[in-house]
């Protein structure tokens, strides 16, 4: 089905996965005689430019060895400071899309013309792939996407910064393409109220659902949510496209005046989606709504794979294709086989996109990757250099004045395209929960449970264990925290005032990262819960562990419980449940 655009594109991948070793040097040449004179990379490598000299001097970072840097050219300083290359008028924002700091902060990294190009080639290389199989989706109809923007947010310089997704959106091209090839309206995706915007998108996808060619979002997670609200919604829906006319509680303006332009009285329409929608099961609704649908489109892989089996229902037939991955830091790979298994995605790196190196990681326990090494001491592979099988850690250099750069995701190399290799995403380094986008670390649930347990200590109890896990078998999903609580001098816990375990779930949202608040504000996240369990709990999950041969001296209580037959062990042994009442502030 590929089309002679495709073909050119296709023979450009085999051009670049063949030359991968030669087109990663170059491209590390090319970086190095651009900034080399900047502010950074001069005190380590002195106007040098060769890769053994940047490889032995420049260290490896992450995120906030180089924040003070960004900040002062988010401030109005020169961007020679981390790169010669003038900045295109704006800053990504990267608010906790695929990457960000522990504490969920937004993390910013400059745009370039270069950064710019790279993005255009790009999609040109990963939907390559898509059009060889489901034909060129551009010419066959409308996609009916979920997309959401974000406010930008002005720097005190004058800079302009906002999310990679909200980037997009507004480029000039994007606003040309969007009605001819989307149901979308411009004015739904800027909606500052997610739920008015996200009703309008299904909406006037379900009024042009004939035109609807493929269904999805970025995120697994997002299309999962907007099939959950229209559930709940669908009637409402119908009556709007039976009478032509907007439901009252949508009261934004650009959603109105959209909905002018796209709306008119369809009795026998609405007749069709109601009979639809009111069955007794929604298996395959995605098909039977959209029955012109080729596939799915949004990433499937990492955490996102938490969500197939419920999309898998939902879209019965239809393939679940996740096209590409990209970290907040570089453009990384895209996928050859739209067709596999989201369990099965490889992306096979670019070469031509960043300079990419690999910290060797070890995989020494079912429950996580452990880190066994000190960066400094351990020496990077390059792209071309990586072992089957093996684990590592992903460290890119770009031309957005990132060197040496520690992403945090942490991929295991499935295989080879030619020269290049095929990654799976395994998880992120440091992240345990993770309901969307949001990234919980290990520290971050800590301390929120530091804060907690301190209302038990009055009353004469203390948190003995804990571990978490993520319930996403209702939408939204949320938190889970198992706490096992012991008495002080012979007290049970089953005097303890549930009041007061309440107030506990209470504090651990608070004391939890803005981007999580953020989120629960917008009900992508529910509310948190704390199962009590009784004595003893942990004691049977450590029996299960060792029962699968994990030696008992260095057993390490899992911080985040993926096991299902763990998750039985611990539910089977539940006391109480307690949820957040309000929203954290």
């Avoid at 997610?194 to 609807?212: H, M, S």
């Avoid at 999950?541 to 260095?554: E, R």
Wanted: hydrophobic share 35%; proline share 4%; with cysteine.
């Amino acid at each position: 089905m590929a089309t002679n655009g495709c073909e050119g594109v296709l023979k450009m991948i085999e051009e670049l996965t063949t030359n991968a070793g030669q087109i990663q040097d170059e491209v590390l040449r090319e970086i190095l005689s651009r900034n080399a004179g900047t502010e950074y990379l001069r005190g380590f490598l002195h106007g040098q430019t060769e890769k053994q000299l940047f490889k032995k001097n420049v260290p490896i970072v992450s995120y906030e060895d180089l924040k003070p840097y960004i900040d002062r050219i988010a401030n109005g300083e020169t961007s020679d400071i981390l790169l010669a290359e003038p900045i295109t008028g704006s800053i990504i924002c990267l608010i906790k899309c695929s990457s960000g700091t522990s504490g969920g902060q937004p993390k910013m990294m400059p745009v370039t013309a270069q950064v710019t190009k790279n993005c255009e080639l790009f999609r040109r290389l990963y939907e390559s792939p898509v059009i060889k199989h489901f034909g060129d989706i551009n010419q066959a109809g409308k996609r009916m996407e979920l997309m959401f923007a974000r406010p930008e947010i002005e720097t005190p310089s004058g800079l302009k910064a906002a999310s990679v997704s909200t980037s997009i959106y507004n480029e000039c091209n994007f606003r040309t393409i969007l009605p001819k090839l989307y149901t979308s309206s411009i004015e739904t995706i800027f909606c500052p109220d997610p739920n008015q915007g996200l009703y309008c998108q299904l909406l006037f996808g379900l009024i042009q659902r004939d035109e609807v060619v493929t269904v999805g979002s970025l995120f697994a997670s997002t299309v999962l949510r907007g099939i959950k609200f229209l559930e709940n919604h669908w009637q409402e829906l119908c009556n709007d496209i039976k009478t032509g006319r907007l439901s009252d509680w949508i009261t934004d303006l650009g959603c109105r005046n959209a909905a002018s332009l796209v709306m008119k009285p369809n009795p026998e329409q609405a007749d069709l989606i109601e009979n639809i929608c009111n069955c007794k099961s929604w298996e395959g609704i995605i098909r039977k709504l959209w029955p012109k649908a080729r596939y799915i489109g949004c990433v499937c892989t990492g955490v996102m794979r938490q969500y197939t089996a419920e999309l898998e229902f939902y879209c019965r037939g239809l393939p679940l294709v996740s096209t590409f991955y990209a970290c907040s830091e570089a453009i990384c790979g895209i996928n050859l086989e739209p067709l596999c298994k989201p369990c099965d995605v490889s992306y096979t790196f670019l070469p031509n996109m960043a300079y990419f190196e690999f910290l060797p990681v070890e995989n020494e326990h079912d429950e996580s990757i452990e880190m066994k090494r000190n960066d400094e001491d351990t020496e990077l592979v390059d792209l071309v250099n990586v072992k089957a099988g093996q684990c590592y850690e992903l460290v890119v250099t770009t031309c957005a004045g990132l060197y040496r750069y520690k992403v945090g995701d942490l991929l295991m190399v499935s295989g080879f395209y030619n020269n290049a290799p095929q990654f799976q995403f395994v998880e992120r380094k440091n992240v345990i929960l993770s309901v969307d986008q949001e990234k919980t670390s290990e520290t971050d649930i800590s301390k929120a449970v530091t804060e907690a347990k301190a209302l038990l200590d009055p009353l004469g109890f203390i948190l003995t264990e804990y571990t978490s896990y993520v319930d996403t078998s209702s939408a939204p999903g949320h938190y889970v925290l198992f706490w096992e609580i012991k008495g002080k001098e012979g007290k049970h816990c089953k005097e303890l005032d549930p009041k007061i375990m309440v107030e506990c779930c209470s504090k651990m949202e608070v004391s939890l990262h803005y981007t999580y608040k953020i989120y629960r504000k917008r009900n992508i996240i529910a509310a948190l819960e704390i199962r009590v369990v009784k004595q003893g709990s942990f004691e049977a999950l450590m029996d299960y562990y060792v029962s699968k041969g994990t030696s008992f001296s260095q057993y390490k209580k899992p911080s985040c419980i993926k096991s299902e037959e763990a998750l039985k062990i611990l539910d089977s042994r539940v006391i109480g449940k307690f949820f957040s009442p309000k929203l954290p502030l």
